[in-house]
C-alpha cells in the first residue's frame, strides 16, 4: 500500500480550523500507516465485522480505515472512507488501480490537490460569473419543491433504508436513449460526478456537483418535449458546473432535499473477483432527507433509498418506492413511434392522485 502515499493523496487529507478559524484541508502523508494481516476464525469474524463501522473524528483525524482479516474459510478487505473525501466514482477508480499495482502494472496518476487548485482559480474566472448568472436566470425567483410531504415534523435524525429491484430491462432502457436522445444518466440524474477534465477521470475524492433539475409539469407538456427539457438542463449545467449553484442557493443550505443519484458498475466487484458481504452500519444517520441511489450494473436496475426514518413513516416510502418504479416503466415502456402528455401518461396509472403528488414533489415548481 505505499504507493497510496502519492497515488491517492485524498485518503491522506486532513482537516483542521485555520487562523481564520475556517474549515480547512491538507494533505497529511504521516497518517499513513501499515496494513497487517490479521489472522482469526471464521466464528470470530463475525462478532469483529459488525464492530468495523462506526463514525470518524473529522477534525484532525484520519478519514479512512482498511483491515485485512484471514480465516480458515476466506480473505476479507475492509474498508471504509468519509465522503467528504470519496465519491461513487471514486470506489470504481480504486480498484482498477488495486487490480494493477496487483498484476505488476503502473497505476494512473491522481492529480487531486491540482483539480483543487484548479477550482479555486476558477472561482475568480469571468465564466464563474457567466456561470452564475446562467444559474440564478433560470432558477431564481420560483418557489420549488424541494421534497414530498413529510409524515412527521422533528429534529431527530434516524435513518431509514429500502432496498429493491427495479424490475427494468436493459433493452428497454437502451430503447428509451435511442428513441428520446438522452442518455440513461439523464433518464435518473440530479448529480453529476465532477469529471469533466480528463485529468480527473483517474482522481479519487469528493469531485461531483449537484445539478439542479427543474421541470414545470403542465398536462399539455408531451413526454419527449419533457425529456428534451432535462438534457437541455443537465447539459448545460455540467457546462456551468464550475459555480455550485445548488450548495450557495439559500434553500439548499439545510438538509431538506430529495438527492437523485445514478451509480453505473460502481458496485460491480465480479470482474475483480470478489464477493461483497453485508456489515453493521453503526450510529449511521442519512445526509438528507430522502436520498435515492439507482444502481445499474449486472445484477440490473435497482434502487436505494435512504431517509429520515423520524421525518417519514415505513409506509410512506415503500408507497413513494412504488409509485416510482411504476411511473418509471410507464415512461421507459411507453411506445417512442407516438408521443404522449402528462395528462395521457397520468390516465395510464391506476393510482392517478398517488402518482401526481409525487411527479410534484421530485420534478415541478411552483410560480
Request: hydrophobic letters at 35%; proline letters at 2%.
Amino acid at each position: 500500500m505505499i504507493w497510496s502515499r502519492w497515488l491517492h493523496p485524498a485518503l491522506l487529507t486532513t482537516y483542521f480550523w485555520n487562523e481564520d478559524g475556517e474549515l480547512s484541508q491538507k494533505y497529511t502523508p504521516e497518517i499513513l500507516q501499515d496494513i497487517h494481516v490479521e489472522k482469526l476464525s471464521e466464528f470470530e469474524f463475525r462478532f469483529v465485522k459488525d464492530s468495523l463501522v462506526y463514525p470518524f473524528k473529522i477534525v484532525g483525524g484520519k478519514l479512512y480505515r482498511c483491515r485485512v482479516f484471514e480465516t480458515e474459510k476466506s480473505g476479507y478487505i475492509f474498508f471504509d472512507v468519509h465522503h467528504s473525501l470519496f465519491d461513487g466514482t471514486s470506489l470504481k477508480i480504486l480498484m482498477e488501480n488495486v487490480g494493477k499495482v496487483a498484476a505488476g502494472m503502473q497505476p494512473d496518476t491522481d492529480y487531486y490537490y491540482l483539480m483543487l487548485q484548479n477550482r479555486e482559480d476558477a472561482l475568480t474566472s469571468a465564466f464563474y460569473e457567466e456561470s452564475r448568472k446562467y444559474f440564478e436566470d433560470r432558477y431564481e425567483g420560483i418557489n420549488w419543491t424541494w421534497h414530498p410531504e413529510f409524515d412527521h415534523e422533528t429534529r431527530k435524525n434516524e435513518m431509514g433504508e429500502l432496498f429493491t429491484e427495479i424490475g427494468l430491462l436493459q433493452p428497454q432502457m437502451t430503447a428509451m436513449e435511442r428513441a428520446y436522445k438522452i442518455t440513461r444518466n439523464e433518464f435518473f440524474i440530479w448529480i453529476y460526478n465532477g469529471r469533466e477534465d480528463v485529468q480527473n477521470l483517474s482522481t479519487i475524492g469528493l469531485l461531483f456537483r449537484d445539478l439542479p433539475v427543474g421541470v414545470r409539469l403542465r398536462d399539455n407538456m408531451t413526454l419527449r418535449e419533457l425529456f428534451a427539457d432535462v438534457h437541455d438542463q443537465v447539459q448545460r449545467g455540467i457546462e456551468h458546473s464550475c459555480y455550485p449553484y445548488v450548495e450557495k442557493n439559500g434553500q439548499n443550505l439545510t438538509n431538506e432535499t430529495v438527492y437523485l443519484l445514478y451509480q453505473q458498475d460502481i458496485r460491480d466487484m465480479d470482474s475483480y473477483g470478489i464477493e461483497t458481504i453485508d456489515i453493521r452500519q453503526n450510529q449511521a444517520a442519512s445526509q438528507s432527507v430522502l436520498d435515492i441511489e439507482i444502481l445499474d450494473g449486472s445484477d440490473g436496475l435497482q434502487m436505494m433509498i435512504d431517509y429520515f426514518a423520524s421525518l417519514y413513516d415505513d409506509e410512506s416510502i415503500e408507497r413513494f418506492k412504488d409509485i416510482y418504479i411504476k411511473t418509471a416503466h410507464a415512461v421507459a415502456t411507453h411506445n417512442s413511434q407516438s408521443d404522449v402528455t402528462i395528462r395521457e401518461l397520468k390516465d395510464k396509472l391506476s393510482d392517478k392522485k398517488n402518482f401526481f403528488q409525487v411527479i410534484v414533489g421530485i420534478f415541478s415548481r411552483k410560480r
